[in-house]
């Protein structure tokens, strides 16, 4: 897999591009992060702006992250994986396994979207101080609820697995693994007591969790300066009055 | 396409099964709607529930719509729909046209979750009038915000589509057409006050939504017994207090 890919993805938040860098670092592709060039070289939030306004053959983008790998371009987060995973050997090759692995994905997908709406439940477009009231009471929902749901079903898929509780998919690390991951580390960010008292509950989620960092390429990855920590600007934030009491 | 397909969804709303039912119906796939059998016949909400606790060679579903397809068992609407579309001729044949379509239909799947949380912004589990001061601010910020961004972009995706504006991907049916289409009618059963402002101001699109439902196939569906009609337990509710005043 030599052929170069780009993302474009907003350079201040890990966002929902960590999920396709992730895979990019850890299947070891070529690839240019396009947005966290300086300006003065294409990249910069201009960079992300340019290729929305883009229309590849009256196929306009909505949102980033975008993802250009020769003449395509593909957005949607679970989109992009499906595509990269066989060419960066990040899924098995069954046609069953892969629609397995997808299905996870949006499983991630909807997840996110329930964690970002604890501080924006009410509109994108107004800050956290302004729907404050309202995230008290959905933090709550989601952590007594939602959350517990999610993990469970997790920690499930892991413990049926036929090829062993050591990856989502398969006996190999995969997308979803990353995927999976990478949205326990965003829990623990936001929900650093409801999480503790979770994962202790959800013991192979828990493993997978401490595994999935140790991987060469990724381990390489978020020691480099490339790896963003989470903010307060992102898909998970920490709000102390939002986490358990 | 012989092979017959089992759907399992709960019987009394259209919800998001009717994603998967439009195509079913449209492709003129064999089916069995597995739930709106009596229960005497293995029917009614009991058979999802026994599909849901079901974990075939340890995947289990996470919610429904599940289709049973031979031996696969596949969920999340999309994720379905991209199966199902080469099968049932719903989708043009090129790689690249596959991912396109299956990325409108994530967007299709974005929208819809931020419709029903218009009438359930804190939780799922709490009943309407249990979250209806947040309601009124979230139905608000939808209607003037995002639906006008959603349903802008899918007049331009019409618009610029190089094989006319007559569908959304390449120049014949496709399940997103069918999606599309059952969405803005949801949002009409929602929001009509709004939706006929909006739609004015998107006039390809609304005309996407009158000619979908001529499809003689589809037609057939319609005028059936098999058509369940919008009501207020489903992902499209209509209260009047959230529509424009």
Redesign the interface.
């Given at each position: 897999m030599n052929r170069r890919h780009e993302l474009y993805y907003w350079p201040h938040i890990p966002g929902r591009g960590e999920y396709v860098r992730l895979a990019l670092e850890a299947g070891g592709a070529e690839y240019v992060d396009v947005a966290r060039l300086p300006e003065a070289e294409g990249g910069g939030r201009t960079a992300v702006q340019r290729m929305m306004e883009k229309?590849a053959?009256?196929?306009?983008p909505?949102a980033p992250p975008i993802l250009k790998s020769g003449r395509?371009v593909?957005?949607?987060t679970?989109?992009i994986l499906?595509?990269l995973g066989p060419r960066l050997a990040l899924v098995p090759n069954a046609a069953?396994d892969r629609?397995?692995a997808?299905?996870l994905q949006?499983?991630v997908a909807?997840l996110v979207?329930e964690a970002h709406?604890t501080h924006h439940?009410?509109?994108?477009?107004?800050y956290y101080e302004d729907?404050k009231a309202?995230s008290l009471?959905?933090a709550e929902?989601f952590r007594t609820?939602?959350l517990p749901k999610f993990l469970g079903?997790f920690e499930?898929?892991l413990r049926?697995?036929?090829a062993g509780d050591g990856a989502l998919v398969g006996g190999t690390l995969s997308y979803v693994d990353l995927s999976v991951w990478h949205t326990v580390a965003g829990l623990e960010y936001a929900f650093p007591r409801a999480m503790a008292r979770l994962l202790g509950a959800h013991p192979k989620l828990a493993a997978l969790s401490r595994h999935v960092p140790g991987h060469p390429r990724l381990a390489a990855y978020l020691a480099s300066s490339r790896r963003l920590p989470f903010n307060q600007h992102g898909l998970f934030r920490h709000y102390p009055e939002l986490d358990d009491e």
């Open positions: 229309s053959r009256g196929r306009a909505f395509l593909i957005c949607q679970a989109n499906q595509y069953a629609l397995w997808h299905q949006l499983l909807d979207v709406d439940p009410i509109a994108k477009s107004l729907q309202e009471r959905r929902n609820l939602r079903y499930r898929v049926e697995n036929p």
